[in-house]
Structures are given as C-alpha cells and as structure tokens.
C-alpha cells in the first residue's frame, strides 16, 4: 500500500476497534447521523449572518460519456413546447423530462447509504448483505432513513489551501495533519455532528485539465487514517471533492479502506464528489470556516443512495 501510515492489518484492527454496532440499540439504522440532535441545528442556525447561499453539488451533465463516467446520466423529452405557436392552442401546453443516472462514481454528488458498502457479508449493525437484492433492491440500509435531511453545522478543511497547492496530487490524500493545522488556522474546531468537508481541489482540476481514468490515474480523498479521528469527533457526515478513498491502494482487500470501515463498521455516511471550489472561495473570503449546511436526499425506498445538492448558508 502507498504510504498511508495505515496497513491493511491495522485497516482490519479498526473494523473491531473503531465498531459503532450496538452503540445506539440493536435496530439502529441511522449510525453516525445519530450524532445530530436539534440542539446542534439550532447552533448552526445561529451561525448564519446574512443568508448568502453556496451549492455544493457539481452540475449533472447527460450523455456524455467520458473515460471516468463510462455510463452517463441520461435525459431525454417525452414531451416538448416545439409543436405549440400563439394563437393555435391547445389550452394544456406542457413539457415533461425522463432522466436517469448511476449516481455512484466520481461525477454526481450523492450521499451513501449504509446499503452501498458491506464488509464480510454484512451492513452496518449486522445486517446480512443479502438484504440488498438484484430484483428489490436495499431491502435494508438504503436511503429513505434520512428522510428529515441532514441540518446542521458544516467545517471546510481546505487542504489544497492549506498546503499552498492548486490540488492535492492523485495518490496523496488529506491527512489528520491537514485538518489539525486547519483547526489552528481558521479557529474551529471539528465536532460531534458535523458535516466535515475536505477539499482536495481535485473536482476543480477536473474542470480545468478535464477526465481521466481513475483507475489509471488515481484519485486523491480522505487517507484512512482519519478514520480514528471521524470517531473521536463523533462526525455526522463526512465527503471531499472526490470518490473519497485515495487510489491506488496497492491492497487486493481494501479498495476503498474508507468507504470499508467507515460505513459498515461504523454507520457513516459519506458525501462524494461534492463541488467545493465556491464554498472554499466564501470561506476565505468571510475568513470563516463553518456554516449551516443542509443535505436533503431524495426520499428513495430500497436505493443504495441518494443525489444531493448541499447547500452552505452564511
């Protein structure tokens, strides 16, 4: 494995150790997000000044294919305005859309559900894996848990900032020693119910230099040493501007150590691919690192996630 002070022998220690089942009751579903309470939304309420709104969702582009999104949203009219002229009617003049998208991936902002990762034929608090089926779908684990969204104080760790650097390169990630020197820097300090946001700069490079084949390429993310800390804190979600697991791993076992531990062991939740270029740019100019911030997944029965717009509020 490249050099992430982390090896897999550790990596499997901390699917025992950095365990959350049985924390809140034997039925529990909701793992990290029991971390929120309306206490701490009521705080993050209170830490918007003059209601400036900052979407942290990267835009859905359809059909178009690239070498890191080999099967596209897709997006087609079964009804349009192009047969309707003034004065000829009829009355009733609509349009209507069918889309349809593989959220998972390293293109579309979406939130995991504890149904999309298992670990030795489980989900998280034991739940057999064989509940997620080919027919119905994630008979258990999926989505619709976090119907009442996800309101409460968001953190930017900026790395890339951090570190003086546009982006963090593909294969280096953003460590424990990225978001202490952040804490320092921006006076916060992560904590129980967080949402906490880790830009990398990746999602922006994207943009600017465009695709490129991840599993060739590599991605940066969260290194798994974090995985400690996201306990310690007690976070509620975490997400970077990336698939959120540093690649290549060099590990036949562990292909993605943090969407391995953190979900199924755990019961976290992870945003991917979030668009942080605009928050990091409000942030540095406000001189201010946290902020409301509000994730409101679909209300999806039996799906492994959800696409998010989250949505920071100053």
């Known amino acids: 494995m490249p050099d992430y002070k982390v090896n897999e022998d550790q990596l499997l220690e901390w699917i025992d150790s950095l365990s959350n089942w049985g924390r809140w009751g034997d039925d529990d579903e909701l793992g990290t997000l029991n971390n929120l309470s309306p206490e701490l939304t009521k705080h993050a309420l209170s830490l918007v000044e003059d209601g400036t709104t900052v979407s942290c969702a990267a835009p859905l582009v359809f059909n178009e294919a690239s070498v890191d999104v080999p099967r596209p949203p897709v997006h087609f009219m079964v009804g349009a305005g192009e047969a309707y002229r003034p004065g000829d009617g009829p009355g009733r003049q609509v349009a209507m859309d069918y889309f349809g998208l593989i959220f998972h991936g390293h293109t579309v902002t979406h939130l995991d559900s504890h149904a999309h990762f298992m670990w030795d034929g489980h989900m998280y608090n034991g739940r057999p894996s064989s509940a997620v089926k080919i027919r119905e779908g994630a008979t258990q684990g999926d989505i619709s848990v976090t119907h009442k969204g996800i309101v409460t104080r968001g953190v930017l760790v900026d790395a890339a900032r951090g570190r003086g650097v546009d982006f963090i390169e593909r294969g280096d990630g953003v460590s424990v020693a990225d978001i202490e020197k952040a804490e320092k820097d921006g006076g916060f300090k992560v904590g129980k119910g967080d949402v906490l946001l880790m830009r990398t700069g990746q999602f922006g490079e994207r943009e600017r230099s465009g ?26 979600v975490m997400g970077t501007d990336t698939g959120n697991d540093v690649a290549p791993t060099q590990s036949e076992i562990f292909t993605n150590p943090v969407h391995q531990v953190f979900i199924p062991a755990m019961g976290g939740w992870i945003l991917d691919n979030a668009w942080l270029d605009d928050l990091a ?34």
Not at 214 to 235: C, M, Q, T, Y
Not at 293 to 300: K, S
């Open 281 to 314: 740019d409000e942030c540095a100019r406000r001189g201010r690192w946290e902020f409301l911030i509000n994730i409101l997944p679909l209300r999806l029965k039996n799906v492994t996630g959800s696409p998010v717009n989250p949505v920071a509020v100053f």
């Open 211 to 236: 695709p490129v084949d991840v599993n060739v390429a590599g991605s940066s993310g969260p290194l798994p040493e974090l995985l400690p800390f996201f306990k310690e804190r007690d976070i509620a």
